[in-house]
């Protein structure tokens, strides 16, 4: 088993380039997930305060009633 592992790592040599190279492109790929992730928040967030607001200023508006 030691030797197919020993195969597939020969496959891929990985020099200390390579696994920067590595590093950099799964920093690059966190970074834009983040930034997808934050815009969608972003989004809802703004969706839900508009509707919060619409909801506010409706029932600012409702004449009041009088329990006397």
Do not use: C, H
């Not at 020969?10 to 970074?31: A, F, H, M, N, T």
């Not at 703004?46 to 009088?66: G, H, I």
Request: glycine share 2%.
């Amino acid at each position: 088993m030691d030797s197919e592992i020993d195969n597939d790592l020969s496959v891929v040599p990985l020099d200390l380039v390579g696994i920067r190279e590595l590093e950099k492109i799964g920093l690059q790929r966190l970074q834009r997930e983040v930034r997808m992730r934050l815009e969608s928040d972003r989004a809802t967030y703004e969706s839900v305060s508009e509707k919060y607001n619409r909801w506010k200023d409706f029932f600012e508006r409702l004449p009041t009633a009088s329990l006397s």
